[in-house]
């Protein structure tokens, strides 16, 4: 893939910043060719453990990959570059250098766009591997969706010795946002993905049921909704109308990142519905610090515009507190106009 087709639209805009175009993309143009990052090692030599997992991970069994003379799945060439949780790659003074041009000139954002790998030499466990990284090109400036700015290629070196083993490039997008006119708007919450599987659901849910899908043959229930049964099978299937009752499974809160048509933090809960299957969706009436596995909680139907409805789950615990509260605070309200009361009567007998 490259960055022509990361990105559909490019046109030709005004600059928005003071700096003359050509003066400083020719500013940028000097770090061509300079390095980006120090030459290291890799952590270790090019190994079978490694090349194993991965190819597990990948569900990959080519047998080139195993056996006495196997080599390395060539799409593994970053791992062996990669540094581990507790490394650190360290940039160069040159690139640090133009990020910050860029980030004083207003192109302040960034986003990786793509990257490619070229393989030169198959890689053999035992392989010790060098690499280090250039700054190959700086694009001229372009306008994106996502606003204008310059595209950053940066090409890695991967070596054995002296042979060169394979490249790999990384292209960034270092861009200044578009900002949007007038008052921000909420917009609104992303709708569902409706397809042939899952049309039947939806359609519930726009009428206020929960359905969940039962396979005819073995009676089986499911969720999400599926075009076959997992247990026996079978194509043929119906539905039953969910009690509504249900527990939390498991949850997250969502705090970052933040998506616009959300208020984070917010908690997500995979419920675990009476009749057994679980289904994701929001947990409310309750703190999002208060949510936890087991909490009972009921189905409500939110109408969070006027086209579309979603499952919610209701926290039923805080409920329960809250009606009590309610209770006991009418029970107050009762027992002080009762004592208003022979007050008063007593001052209207005194
Ligand atoms: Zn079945």
Request: glycine share 10%.
């Amino acid at each position: 893939m490259s960055h022509e087709s990361a990105v559909s639209h490019e046109v030709e805009t005004g600059g928005e910043f003071a700096e003359t175009g050509s003066e400083f993309a020719a500013r940028l143009k000097v770090y061509e060719g300079r390095s980006a990052a120090v030459a290291r090692a890799g952590k270790d030599p090019v190994n079978a453990p490694m090349i194993r997992h991965w190819c597990e991970a990948m569900g990959d069994t080519n047998p080139a990959y195993s056996g006495p003379d196997a080599i390395a799945p060539p799409t593994m060439l970053q791992a062996w570059t990669m540094s581990g949780l507790s490394g650190r790659t360290r940039g160069t003074h040159a690139y640090d250098e133009l990020l910050g041009l860029l980030d004083e000139a207003g192109y302040t954002s960034v986003v990786a766009t793509d990257c490619e790998q070229e393989y030169l030499r198959p890689l053999r466990p035992g392989d010790e591997i060098t690499f280090d990284s250039v700054i190959e090109s700086v694009s001229e400036k372009k306008t994106t969706k996502l606003g204008t700015g310059y595209f950053v290629t940066t090409r890695m070196d991967v070596r054995v010795g002296t042979d060169l083993a394979g490249t790999h490039r990384f292209r960034i997008l270092k861009y200044a946002p578009i900002r949007q006119p007038g008052r921000r708007e909420k917009p609104p919450r992303p709708r569902p993905v409706v397809n042939r599987d899952n049309a039947g659901f939806w359609e519930g849910v726009r009428s206020r049921t929960l359905l969940i899908q039962r396979c005819t043959g073995c009676g089986t229930l499911r969720h999400p909704w599926l075009p076959g049964c997992n247990t026996c099978g079978g194509l043929d299937w119906g539905t039953v109308e969910a009690s509504g009752e249900g527990t939390v499974y498991s949850y997250v809160v969502m705090h970052h990142p933040p998506f616009p048509a959300f208020d984070p933090p917010y908690a997500v809960g995979l419920i675990e519905l009476a009749e057994g299957v679980r289904m994701i969706g929001n947990v409310v009436g309750v703190p999002y610090d208060k949510v936890r596995i087991g909490l009972p909680v009921r189905l409500e139907f939110q109408d969070c515009d006027e086209e579309l409805v979603l499952p919610v789950w209701r926290a039923q615990e805080a409920q329960e507190v809250q009606e009590i509260q309610e209770a006991q605070e009418a029970q107050e309200v009762q027992e002080i106009q009762g004592i208003q009361r022979s007050r008063e009567i007593k001052g209207a007998g005194a």
